[in-house]
């Protein structure tokens, strides 16, 4: 896994610009920095990568990489799972290569004679800077799912491109504050869909492919998905051996590397699955988890019961109720833009143990978007109730420093309504002062399929890449940890998505892999609630108020929301009110 920053313009400048804004990307890539400059007619490309090594440790894997004809180079941050077969698939084609296994010449050598579809071959997690000479044009490609980030910025003679939004900002010089998209953030608890934070920065989104025309001495571009999951819907026989027979070679996949692979371990039904998976095909297993003093949240019990059922190498590492303030400041400084999750607190702690010994780790991540085991799931299917009208009145009426009012929302007679109570916070828009039509809407239900493979897809086109993986992906990669994530891969997703849905028990979450552990736990390790990455961030917060309190009332924060309502949340310590305070203490780390 690396990171990578570039610019390219039609009027000359320093290429050490690059250097100052680079340092932010290091971390994404401390083994090895690369730097190449490009000078033809009236363009100037600078461009540096940074490797994190982990296939094709050789020298000469190095990136940015050139083509056998010097007319093409390449900048790619990811894994290409299936680079072997490519490989061969390319090698039959003619073309020879001059390294023994690197992922990146593959990924060089298939776009440079199949052109942008060889994309479509790719099984992996990635984001691509591919440049043809000879086209003049070049490329910003992201994953299917949108597991690595790749932010731009441009103008008609400048384009600015790289693995993290601070370093893409520094590098403009002139990005201000977007106020919608602070708003965006106060809803939903992030910046989602292709804008940022700050103005005329944006995101390449999941599965998309942008092509930049540079022929007539400025920058046009084509934007194009070449990936859709919302075509994957179908209704195929399900087959449960086939089921696990792709899930089995995605997490085989996911272990290959020149060095030692490691795992998240929370205890839940996902990291059990894949740990059990390795298992039963005499993988050496090393196994990290987090506990808590609070029992309420601490799963650390049901990770070791895993540990020791599959013989791992087990590490636990131990966040205290009170929790350091410079530690939960690092977590922030890794985000690279406001997120509102606490978890990334726990995320991050692990992930800097398990980087002070490996450099890859495989996590359950994906697995709730995959067997719709979330919580509000289960909930916005089933509350469908005769008196939403009555509800829907008493969350107009509900006191907004009180809480969400999702327990109102969620028993409306609309599918929507009720998924997105369990995402939004329009309340808390309201106790800021805040106009409710200064918001985007990044949630949108299909109401032509089945409303179960409806929700799944709402989760996979935002809260799975705007949510999840933004935050594995900033945690890990702030500690120069690459995450491989089984259940995240585009195949088992399609399998899912394709197939009736009679795998699925509505009064079971995750049936299929509760049956898969079955024979190895008893019931209360099975049906036990989802707990979620978490710890206690109520009693944090409220038993440290008057700092929060005190801090937020003099900070940037208060000259552009109303905090004038702040205080009321300690009438209602509940965890909510916790992480609303969580979310504006975040926010004014990025303003």
Same mark, same amino acid.
């Given at each position: 896994?690396?990171?990578?920053?570039?610019?390219?313009?039609?009027?000359?400048?320093?290429?050490?610009?690059?250097?100052?804004?680079?340092?932010?990307?290091?971390?994404?890539?401390?083994?090895?920095?690369?730097?190449?400059?490009?000078?033809?007619?009236?363009?100037?490309?600078?461009?540096?990568?940074?490797?994190?090594?982990?296939?094709?440790?050789?020298?000469?894997?190095?990136?940015?990489?050139?083509?056998?004809?010097?007319?093409?180079?390449?900048?790619?941050?990811?894994?290409?799972?299936?680079?072997?077969?490519?490989?061969?698939?390319?090698?039959?084609?003619?073309?020879?290569?001059?390294?023994?296994?690197?992922?990146?010449?593959?990924?060089?050598?298939?776009?440079?004679?199949?052109?942008?579809?060889?994309?479509?071959?790719?099984?992996?997690?990635?984001?691509?800077?591919?440049?043809?000479?000879?086209?003049?044009?070049?490329?910003?490609?992201?994953?299917?799912?949108?597991?690595?980030?790749?932010?731009?910025?441009?103008?008609?003679?400048?384009?600015?491109?790289?693995?993290?939004?601070?370093?893409?900002?520094?590098?403009?010089?002139?990005?201000?504050?977007?106020?919608?998209?602070?708003?965006?953030?106060?809803?939903?608890?992030?910046?989602?869909?292709?804008?940022?934070?700050?103005?005329?920065?944006?995101?390449?989104?999941?599965?998309?492919?942008?092509?930049?025309?540079?022929?007539?001495?400025?920058?046009?571009?084509?934007?194009?998905?070449?990936?859709?999951?919302?075509?994957?819907?179908?209704?195929?026989?399900?087959?449960?051996?086939?089921?696990?027979?792709?899930?089995?070679?995605?997490?085989?996949?996911?272990?290959?590397?020149?060095?030692?692979?490691?795992?998240?371990?929370?205890?839940?039904?996902?990291?059990?699955?894949?740990?059990?998976?390795?298992?039963?095909?005499?993988?050496?297993?090393?196994?990290?988890?987090?506990?808590?003093?609070?029992?309420?949240?601490?799963?650390?019990?049901?990770?070791?019961?895993?540990?020791?059922?599959?013989?791992?190498?087990?590490?636990?590492?131990?966040?205290?109720?009170?929790?350091?303030?410079?530690?939960?400041?690092?977590?922030?400084?890794?985000?690279?833009?406001?997120?509102?999750?606490?978890?990334?607190?726990?995320?991050?702690?692990?992930?800097?143990?398990?980087?002070?010994?490996?450099?890859?780790?495989?996590?359950?991540?994906?697995?709730?978007?995959?067997?719709?085991?979330?919580?509000?799931?289960?909930?916005?299917?089933?509350?469908?109730?005769?008196?939403?009208?009555?509800?829907?009145?008493?969350?107009?009426?509900?006191?907004?420093?009180?809480?969400?009012?999702? =327990?109102?929302? @969620?028993?409306?007679?609309? *599918?929507?309504?009720? +998924?997105?109570? $369990? &995402?939004? !916070?329009?309340? %808390?828009? /309201?106790?800021?002062?805040?106009?409710?039509?200064?918001?985007?809407?990044?949630?949108?239900?299909?109401? =032509?399929?089945? @409303?179960?493979?409806?929700? *799944?897809?709402?989760? +996979?086109?935002? $809260? &799975?890449? !705007?949510?999840? %993986?933004? /935050?594995?992906?900033?945690?890990?990669?702030?500690?120069?940890?690459?995450?491989?994530?089984?259940?995240?891969?585009?195949?088992?997703?399609?399998?899912? *998505?394709?197939?009736?849905?009679?795998?699925?028990?509505?009064?079971?979450?995750?049936?299929?892999?509760?049956?898969?552990?079955?024979?190895?736990?008893?019931?209360?390790?099975?049906?036990?609630?989802?707990?979620?990455?978490?710890?206690?961030?109520?009693?944090?917060?409220?038993?440290?108020?008057?700092?929060?309190?005190?801090?937020?009332?003099?900070?940037?924060?208060?000259?552009?929301?109303?905090?004038?309502?702040?205080?009321?949340?300690?009438?209602?310590?509940?965890?909510?009110?916790?992480?609303?305070?969580?979310?504006?203490?975040?926010?004014?780390?990025?303003?």
């Amino acid at each position: 896994m690396c990171g990578f920053l570039g610019k390219i313009a039609f009027t000359d400048f320093d290429s050490k610009e690059l250097e100052k804004p680079n340092s932010q990307i290091i971390c994404r890539g401390p083994d090895n920095t690369k730097k190449f400059e490009l000078l033809k007619e009236n363009l100037k490309a600078s461009l540096i990568f940074n490797r994190l090594s982990i296939l094709d440790l050789a020298e000469n894997a190095n990136q940015p990489m050139h083509s056998q004809n010097s007319k093409s180079i390449l900048m790619f941050n990811g894994e290409i799972y299936n680079h072997k077969e490519l490989r061969k698939y390319l090698s039959t084609k003619g073309r020879n290569f001059k390294t023994s296994h690197s992922d990146t010449e593959v990924v060089l050598n298939g776009l440079e004679i199949e052109g942008i579809e060889f994309i479509n071959k790719l099984r992996g997690q990635f984001s691509i800077f591919y440049l043809n000479q000879a086209e003049r044009k070049f490329y910003l490609i992201r994953d299917r799912l949108g597991q690595k980030p790749l932010y731009f910025y441009n103008t008609n003679d400048l384009f600015i491109f790289g693995s993290n939004l601070s370093a893409v900002k520094q590098l403009t010089n002139n990005a201000s504050l977007a106020q919608d998209q602070i708003n965006n953030y106060l809803k939903y608890g992030v910046v989602g869909g292709s804008k940022t934070i700050y103005e005329n920065i944006y995101k390449v989104l999941p599965a998309e492919a942008i092509e930049i025309n540079f022929s007539n001495d400025n920058f046009t571009m084509n934007n194009k998905k070449y990936w859709d999951i919302n075509e994957k819907v179908n209704n195929l026989k399900f087959d449960k051996e086939e089921f696990f027979s792709i899930l089995s070679e995605s997490i085989e996949m996911r272990l290959i590397a020149d060095v030692p692979v490691a795992n998240f371990l929370s205890g839940g039904l996902d990291s059990s699955t894949i740990v059990k998976n390795m298992y039963e095909n005499d993988n050496e297993i090393n196994t990290f988890t987090v506990s808590t003093e609070s029992k309420k949240y601490d799963e650390s019990l049901w990770a070791n019961k895993v540990s020791e059922k599959y013989n791992t190498n087990h590490k636990v590492s131990h966040v205290s109720s009170d929790l350091n303030i410079q530690l939960a400041n690092e977590a922030i400084e890794s985000l690279d833009e406001p997120y509102s999750d606490p978890s990334v607190i726990p995320s991050f702690l692990i992930s800097n143990e398990i980087s002070k010994h490996y450099k890859v780790a495989i996590s359950g991540d994906g697995g709730d978007e995959l067997l719709g085991g979330y919580e509000r799931t289960e909930k916005s299917l089933k509350n469908i109730n005769t008196f939403h009208n009555m509800f829907s009145k008493l969350y107009k009426i509900y006191p907004s420093f009180l809480g969400t009012g999702a =327990n109102f929302l @969620s028993k409306s007679n609309e *599918l929507s309504i009720r +998924y997105r109570s $369990f &995402l939004e !916070d329009e309340n %808390l828009l /309201k106790l800021l002062k805040i106009n409710l039509d200064n918001t985007d809407d990044y949630i949108s239900l299909n109401k =032509n399929i089945d @409303s179960y493979k409806s929700l *799944l897809l709402a989760d +996979y086109n935002f $809260f &799975l890449p !705007d949510m999840m %993986l933004f /935050k594995i992906d900033r945690t890990s990669m702030a500690n120069s940890l690459e995450v491989r994530s089984p259940f995240v891969d585009h195949k088992l997703i399609e399998y899912i *998505l394709s197939r009736s849905t009679e795998y699925r028990n509505s009064n079971i979450k995750k049936s299929l892999l509760k049956n898969y552990l079955i024979e190895d736990f008893d019931s209360n390790f099975i049906n036990r609630k989802k707990q979620g990455f978490v710890f206690d961030l109520e009693s944090w917060i409220f038993n440290n108020f008057d700092y929060f309190y005190d801090y937020l009332v003099n900070s940037r924060v208060s000259r552009i929301v109303d905090l004038n309502s702040l205080k009321m949340l300690k009438l209602n310590k509940s965890r909510i009110n916790s992480n609303r305070i969580w979310k504006l203490y975040v926010l004014n780390k990025f303003i």
